[in-house]
């Protein structure tokens, strides 16, 4: 695929069906990945009424689902980097689809966590190479902004999680169970826009290249670099994680609960609260991810996190309707505007041979550490208020994000492909 953006005279050329269809794959996937994660999210409250268990032991739940990550990560990066993209992807989908479906079944909590814990070996697998055959397809100079739409998809996700909690839950009444059954369609829609995406030629290039040289996976990490690398990206993939957890799964329990010093809003209220800061995350990703193009990744990286950290008293402490809209809605434009430079920004760090493995197992490793997030918001706010447990794990967390990502490096507008983005040239600083 050719790598320029733009067309004689500096008129963009448009995509082509295939890069379309890669992209809206690798985006719908990933909001199918978000919705699915928030539906847990908005509804674990009336799961463990339901079911007679604490919510201090339901937000488990979540850890154990995003524990089972990286197990997926690793199973579908290594297949993908060595039969392709396509087959291992819709294989993926088709799985997570089936067991989160099987979700609206389960008959008690134990039930319940292992098929969640199927369903993050399923949901490991997505973001990785989703985001691989979708930056592999998409032109070297539109990477950026392409990152912020992608990222975008999650915020989507949970944006859809929560109207479809509006609408199935608040309007119509009906339980928990039929949120899980309903998201196998647009689950299924998804893989049927997959079916027809072509093979990364990127790929296929570097597939040629380790069949000539016959490099096997453990050859990888007998280069220190990419080792120590690897270790920084899963650091890195913690604090953003923590911090993109850190302001949304306890954030609808505090808007709604009476207790631990909680708003008390009714659900609806709540709802379109959640509704207001996923628009404000699409709309951070989408714009840090294009300027990350022109002024560089790692500078919009610092920046969202630093302007994030005086938005955190607005964020945590506001106590009415509109200033907890406002705070939110500002809080995630810089968390979500961080986060759409990352699709971009760990493909890129990425070898052209182990581009399925290398970015997905980073991501889920740090997203697997970042797992016991809620249980320690939940644990905070039974001690000393919702309010306390957002501020004290999300600045932290801020200040860790700012200091991992100035001491890294960044690859922007690396030609994958070339004999820069193999992994003969590797031989660079950690980030």
């Not at 733009?6 to 890669?22: C, F, I, W, Y």
């Not at 990945?33 to 604490?54: E, N």
């Not at 860790?400 to 490096?409: D, E, F, N």
Request: charged share 15%; with cysteine; aromatic share 12%.
């Amino acid at each position: 695929m050719a790598d320029s953006a733009a067309a004689p005279g500096g008129v963009r050329e448009p995509l082509t069906k295939d890069q379309r269809n890669s992209f809206a794959a690798a985006y719908l996937g990933w909001t199918m990945d978000a919705f699915d994660y928030f539906l847990v999210v908005l509804i674990y409250a009336d799961i463990a009424a339901d079911f007679g268990v604490s919510l201090e032991r339901m937000a488990f739940i979540t850890t154990m689902t995003l524990i089972m990550r990286p197990v997926g990560a690793f199973i579908f990066g290594w297949w993908a980097d060595r039969v392709g993209r396509r087959i291992p992807l819709m294989v993926d989908v088709a799985f997570y689809s089936v067991v989160g479906f099987l979700c609206a079944f389960a008959p008690n909590f134990t039930v319940l966590v292992l098929l969640r814990m199927l369903y993050g070996l399923g949901m490991g697998g997505e973001w990785g190479l989703g985001a691989a055959l979708a930056m592999e397809k998409i032109p070297a100079k539109r990477r950026g902004f392409f990152s912020g739409v992608l990222q975008g998809g999650y915020s989507m996700g949970y944006l859809l999680a929560a109207l479809a909690f509006l609408v199935i839950n608040t309007w119509w009444g009906l339980n928990w169970r039929w949120m899980f059954a309903l998201s196998i369609i647009p689950a299924l829609i998804t893989l049927v826009i997959r079916s027809r995406v072509e093979e990364s030629e990127v790929w296929r290039a570097a597939n040629q290249r380790v069949r000539q040289t016959s490099t096997r996976a453990r050859d990888i990490f007998k280069s220190g670099v990419l080792w120590r690398r690897f270790v920084f990206l899963v650091l890195l993939m913690t604090a953003f994680n923590w911090m993109s957890h850190g302001t949304q799964d306890v954030f609808p329990t505090f808007l709604k609960s009476t207790t631990d010093h909680g708003i008390g809003l009714a659900p609806g209220t709540a709802t379109w609260i959640a509704v207001i800061y996923n628009i404000g995350a699409i709309i951070g990703g989408v714009t840090a991810g294009a300027l990350s193009e022109r002024y560089g990744r790692r500078v919009l990286i610092i920046a969202c996190a630093v302007i994030g950290l005086p938005i955190v008293p607005l964020f945590a402490y506001s106590t009415t309707v509109g200033m907890l809209a406002l705070g939110s809605f500002l809080m995630q434009v810089m968390v979500q505007g961080a986060w759409g430079v990352i699709p971009a920004h760990l493909t890129e760090l990425s070898p052209d041979e182990i581009r399925g493995f290398y970015p997905g197992v980073t991501y889920q490793l740090g997203n697997c550490l970042a797992a016991f997030n809620l249980p320690i918001q939940e644990a905070l706010a039974a001690h000393h208020g919702y309010p306390f447990a957002l501020a004290a794990t999300i600045v932290p967390v801020f200040i860790a994000v700012i200091v991992l990502t100035a001491i890294g490096r960044e690859r922007r507008g690396i030609a994958f492909g070339s004999s820069d983005a193999s992994l003969v040239a590797s031989g660079a600083p950690p980030g």
